[in-house]
T-cell receptor, first 109, second 116 residues
Framework: RKEVEQDPGPFNVPEGATVAFNCTYS??????FFWYRQDCRKEPKLLMS???SGNEDGRFTAQLNRASQYISLLIRDSKLSDSATYLC??????????FGTGTRLLVSP | DTGVSQDPRHKITKRGQNVTFRCDPI?????LYWYRQTLGQGPEFLTY????????KSRLLSDRFSAERPKGSFSTLEIQRTEQGDSAMYLC??????????????FGPGTRLTVL
């Protein structure tokens, strides 16, 4: 089983839709998690950190379910500019990040 | 621009040649990381430095790969005798880690390597 698993998508949604991605992780000892966003041919950039049950930032909500070992990312009122790949990230130890394959989102007019 | 910079941005080389990439981290960051990303995959950890000390190397880092951070500032990643399977985006990241908790890593734009 991979350490971090994501559905690669793509998820095709219209503008204004709500879309959710799930990510499962194998290390039950993991305490913190990240969602990074990566635009095509660009570097990953931090979108949200998740340290407890969840986090909310505007249209973005991340939730953590420790019992089932999954993290979700919810995007409300999707914008064209939200089109990107969303990478679920689980730190291993304190020094390195383990990335999922990413979930590709395409928002259409 | 005070972000992480990488040079070159693109490198095309022939199989068997050696290549070297450079990364300049954010100046106050004490940790520097190298990752590799292939198409359709997330970045994979290669190695990291705490100041000038290389503290961990992934099994992905074969003996053809070597990384240095001689003065605790910029870092270089060298690949000797390149193979076509080395073709990937090589990403550098840096962070300031005052304690034990994982923190955000800031990524550079990457060096895209193509081995012909």
């Amino acid at each position: 089983r991979k350490e971090v698993e994501q559905d690669p998508g793509p998820f095709n949604v219209p503008e204004g839709a709500t879309v959710a991605f799930n990510c499962t992780y194998s290390n039950s000892a993991s305490q913190s998690f990240f969602w990074y966003r990566q635009d095509c041919r660009k570097e990953p950039k931090l979108l949200m950190s998740v340290y407890s049950s969840g986090n909310e930032d505007g249209r973005f909500t991340a939730q953590l379910n420790r019992a089932s070992q999954y993290i979700s990312l919810l995007i409300r009122d999707s914008k064209l500019s939200d089109s990107a790949t969303y990478l679920c990230v689980v730190p291993r130890g304190f020094q390195k990040l383990v990335f999922g394959t990413g979930t590709r989102l395409l928002v259409s007019p | 621009d005070t972000g992480v910079s990488q040079d070159p941005r693109h490198k095309i080389t022939k199989r068997g040649q050696n290549v070297t990439f450079r990364c300049d981290p954010i100046s106050e960051h004490n940790r520097l990381y190298w990752y590799r990303q292939t198409l359709g995959q997330g970045p994979e950890f290669l190695t990291y430095f705490q100041n000038e000390a290389q503290l961990e190397k992934s099994r992905l880092l074969s003996d053809r790969f070597s990384a240095e951070r001689p003065k605790g500032s910029f870092s270089t990643l060298e690949i000797q005798r390149t193979e076509q399977g080395d073709s990937a985006m090589y990403l550098c990241a840096s962070s300031f880690v005052p304690g034990l908790a994982p923190v955000e890593q800031f990524f550079g734009p990457g060096t895209r390597l193509t081995v012909l």
